[in-house]
């Protein structure tokens, strides 16, 4: 069953953002199982809102790239909240924010 995964940190800035997307090399190599990524900073800082195909390909994500990565910048580990997906509708215009192709792992 698809899951939505949020993920809200207050003490996140856009520089580990970035950082962490370096180390994890996501866009290059996406996890296998995450269908879709999306990230924002507003005032209460980080958040982000994922597609996951599983909890198990999350969870796997979590202990193998993502937890580790925070650890190089003294980051507390991921805690996202996930919730079962009813339903999702993307228009096909969403198409032009596709990553070219990419090895996942």
């Excluded at 296998?32 to 198990?56: E, K, N, P, R, T």
């Excluded at 507390?76 to 909240?81: F, G, S, T, Y």
């Amino acid at each position: 069953m698809a899951l939505m995964v949020t993920y809200d940190e207050p003490n996140v800035s856009r520089e580990d953002y970035d950082s962490v997307r370096a180390q994890v090399g996501w866009e290059a190599a996406p996890p296998l199982g995450c269908l879709l990524h999306m990230s924002y900073f507003d005032d209460a800082g980080f958040h982000s809102v994922d597609i996951w195909d599983s909890q198990a390909e999350l969870d796997a994500y979590l202990a193998k790239r993502f937890n580790p990565a925070l650890k190089v910048l003294q980051l507390p580990d991921a805690a996202p909240k996930a919730m079962e997906l009813h339903l999702v509708a993307a228009s096909p215009a969403l198409e032009k924010y596709f990553l070219p192709a990419a090895t996942v792992d």
